[in-house]
C-alpha cells in the first residue's frame, strides 16, 4: 500500500503564498494530483500532473496562481500556491492513480491513493 504524506499547510493573508509538499512511500501512480475540500463543501480538484510536464491540468480558480509540479526521482509531488484568497482555504489532499487516460486527471473518483491532508488558511 502506497502511503502520501502532505505538508505544508499553513495560516497566511491575502496575498499570500505557499508551497505544499506530498511525499509518497512508493511510486503512486502515473498521475498525481491535488484537490481540496472546504468545510460543507464537496471535494474539488486543484491541479493534477500525469506522465509528464506536458500533461498538467488546472482548475480555472487556480489558473496562473497555482503551479503544480513533481519530482519523480524523489516522489514528491509539489503545489506552489501564489496570490491566496481567503477562498484557497481548505484542507488539500494529493491522490495519486495509474492509468493510461489523462482525460480524467481532474476526477476524484478515479484516485486509488490519498493522504490525510494539510490545512491551508487565508485570511484578510
Known amino acids: 500500500q502506497v502511503q502520501l504524506v502532505e505538508s505544508g499547510g499553513d495560516s497566511v493573508y491575502v496575498g499570500g503564498s505557499l508551497r505544499l509538499s506530498c511525499k509518497a512511500s512508493?511510486?503512486?501512480?502515473?498521475?498525481m494530483a491535488w484537490f481540496r475540500q472546504a468545510p460543507t463543501k464537496e471535494r474539488e480538484a486543484v491541479a493534477a500532473?500525469?506522465?509528464?510536464?506536458?500533461?498538467?491540468f488546472y482548475d480555472d480558480s487556480v489558473k496562473g496562481r497555482f503551479t503544480i509540479s513533481r519530482n519523480n526521482a524523489e516522489n514528491t509531488l509539489y503545489l506552489q500556491m501564489n496570490s491566496l484568497t481567503p477562498e484557497d482555504t481548505a484542507m488539500y489532499y494529493c491522490?495519486?492513480?495509474w492509468g493510461t487516460g489523462v482525460n480524467n486527471a481532474l476526477h476524484s473518483t478515479v484516485y486509488t491513493y490519498w493522504g490525510q491532508g494539510t490545512q491551508v488558511s487565508v485570511s484578510s
Open positions: 491522490g495519486g492513480r
Open positions: 500532473f500525469c506522465n509528464n510536464p506536458l500533461d498538467q
Open positions: 512508493a511510486t503512486p501512480g502515473n498521475c
